[in-house]
Each structure stands twice: as C-alpha cells, then as structure tokens.
C-alpha cells in the first residue's frame, strides 16, 4: 500500500487546515488508518486512528480540535484540524495497519504502511 499525504501549509494560529491521504493499489476499507505528527527533535506522536467501519479514537491534546473521517469509496482519509496552535507545527504522516483485535493502533509500530508526511506551520 502506497500513501500519499496532502494538505500541509503555512497557516496563522487560530486557523484550519484539511489533511488527506490517498492510496494507489489497495483499497484502504481493509485498513486501520491513523495519523500521527512529529516535531523536530520530539518522538512522532499519535494524534487519531479510525477503523473501517468509521469508528474514530482521538489523543487527548486534539480530541476536541481535531477529526479524522474517512471516505473507502475515494481511498482516501482526512485529519480536519481546527482552532491550530504554533504548537502543532510539525509534519503529519497518515498511516495504515491490517486489523487484529489486540492491537494498539495508538502505538507508531502497530503501522504497516506510511505516507511521506506533510509539513504543517502554524504561526503566533
């Protein structure tokens, strides 16, 4: 599976941004597909996962901020971010994993499947 992510950009606190990813090959409606942000110098960091059915699990820092939804017919999935801070300035990866019950898909290493990332800065 090949991903692509999209969307990133140069935006002012307080503003939005859209987030996709797509794939070429393989249907993602198989997929647990997440996103996952990384500053400089910091761990990547999970940010929401949703599985095929359309069931959604956020991190708490973007639960009330942040929307992950994703359309199988497309293959695509969004991150739609709302309210930006400077602090969540970092590239974004979307990512895709096979489903099993006992997974985390909180955790960078359950991901099969990585996009090359999008660059996000969000300005004071």
């Known amino acids: 599976v090949q991903l692509q992510a999209s969307g990133g950009g140069l935006v002012q606190a307080g503003e939005s941004l859209r987030l996709s990813c797509t794939t070429s090959g393989r249907t993602l409606s198989s997929y647990v597909m997440g996103w996952f942000r990384q500053a400089p110098g910091t761990e990547r960091e999970f940010l929401a996962h949703?599985?095929?059915?359309?069931?959604?699990y956020y991190a708490d820092s973007v639960k009330d901020r942040f929307t992950i939804s994703r359309d199988n017919a497309k293959n695509t999935v969004y991150l739609q971010m709302n309210s930006l801070k400077s602090e969540d300035t970092a590239v974004y990866y979307c990512?895709?994993?096979?489903?099993?019950?006992?997974?985390?898909?909180?955790?960078?290493?359950?991901?099969?499947?990585w996009g090359q990332g999008t660059q996000v800065t969000v300005s004071s």
């Open positions: 990512a895709a994993a096979h489903y099993y019950k006992s997974s985390d898909y909180r955790t960078s290493a359950t991901y099969e499947h």
């Open positions: 949703t599985q095929w059915s359309g069931s959604t």
